[in-house]
């Protein structure tokens, strides 16, 4: 959870900015507008499940869970750049985070090896291999008692 800032004059022009003149126009506008949002995020195709938004002027609160911090984020960055959007209060969940492992380098491993171990594909190896820099500089350039880090799909 947390409250991220976006540039409110960037992003996508979405949600349209009229002024509303009273209470009641600025209740309905930000209603209509988190109707606007959501159905954004919706068709995003990032999974969530009970997703709801709540925009108050420049501010969009988010609610909901997923299934991976990667989703999550990519949540926070699909409301986040939209116009007249400055702030969004992220409140959703992470339901199940998967975290990454470790593996310990044996003789005769390869990164692809490894890949091929862990992922069933052994044309995967570049995703360890980004994983762990800046401590790999090269895919080949690994050693046995070595640690790294292998990430979930």
Same mark, same amino acid.
């Given at each position: 959870m947390g409250?991220f800032?976006?540039?409110k004059?960037?992003?996508a022009?979405?949600?349209?900015?009229e002024a509303?003149?009273? =209470?009641?126009d600025v209740?309905a506008d930000?209603?209509?507008?988190?109707?606007l949002?959501?159905?954004?995020?919706?068709?995003s195709?990032?999974?969530?499940?009970n997703?709801?938004v709540?925009? =108050?002027g *420049?501010k969009v609160?988010v609610?909901?869970?997923?299934?991976?911090?990667e989703?999550?984020?990519k949540?926070?960055?699909?409301?986040?750049?939209? =116009?007249g959007?400055?702030?969004?209060?992220d409140?959703v969940?992470?339901?199940?985070p998967v975290?990454?492992?470790?593996?310990?380098?044996?003789?005769?491993?390869t990164?692809?090896k490894?890949?091929? =171990?862990?992922?069933? *594909?052994a044309?995967?190896y570049?995703?360890?291999?980004e994983?762990n820099?800046?401590?790999l500089?090269?895919? *080949?350039?690994?050693?046995?008692?070595q640690m790294?880090?292998?990430p979930?799909?």
């Amino acid at each position: 959870m947390g409250l991220f800032s976006f540039l409110k004059n960037a992003g996508a022009k979405l949600l349209g900015r009229e002024a509303a003149s009273n =209470e009641v126009d600025v209740a309905a506008d930000n209603a209509h507008r988190s109707t606007l949002l959501k159905s954004v995020i919706e068709n995003s195709g990032v999974a969530i499940e009970n997703l709801d938004v709540e925009v =108050e002027g *420049d501010k969009v609160t988010v609610y909901g869970q997923t299934e991976c911090i990667e989703d999550k984020e990519k949540i926070v960055l699909v409301a986040g750049n939209v =116009e007249g959007i400055a702030t969004v209060d992220d409140r959703v969940s992470v339901v199940a985070p998967v975290q990454s492992r470790f593996h310990e380098v044996k003789s005769g491993d390869t990164l692809s090896k490894i890949s091929k =171990e862990v992922y069933g *594909d052994a044309m995967k190896y570049n995703i360890i291999f980004e994983a762990n820099q800046p401590m790999l500089t090269h895919p *080949d350039k690994i050693y046995p008692g070595q640690m790294l880090r292998i990430p979930n799909l």
